[in-house]
């Protein structure tokens, strides 16, 4: 599973296919797998990118406000 580290914070994100970034960023209380009708169907002419903000999905709560 891809997690970035982001000013002290880990981040779980997704990345699918390749060409033009679109970056998925859920609202509160949801996640990132929010997404996943968009990843498969876009992901032949776009690079989707989907993130899981702190305290969501699989990217843990942290220190940082």
């Known amino acids: 599973m891809p997690y ?3 000013n ?3 981040l779980y994100y997704r990345v699918k296919g390749s060409g033009l970034p679109i970056i998925f960023v859920h609202p509160p209380l ?3 797998n ?3 009708d968009q990843l498969e169907q876009l ?4 690079q ?3 993130v899981d903000v702190r305290g969501h ?3 843990p709560y942290s ?3």
């Open 48 to 50: 989707i990118i989907t």
């Open 4 to 6: 970035a580290e982001v």
């Open 57 to 59: 999905g699989r990217s």
């Open 8 to 10: 002290g914070t880990t």
């Open 30 to 32: 949801l996640e990132g």
């Open 63 to 65: 220190k940082q406000r």
């Open 43 to 46: 992901s032949d002419t776009y």
């Open 34 to 36: 929010n997404f996943d």
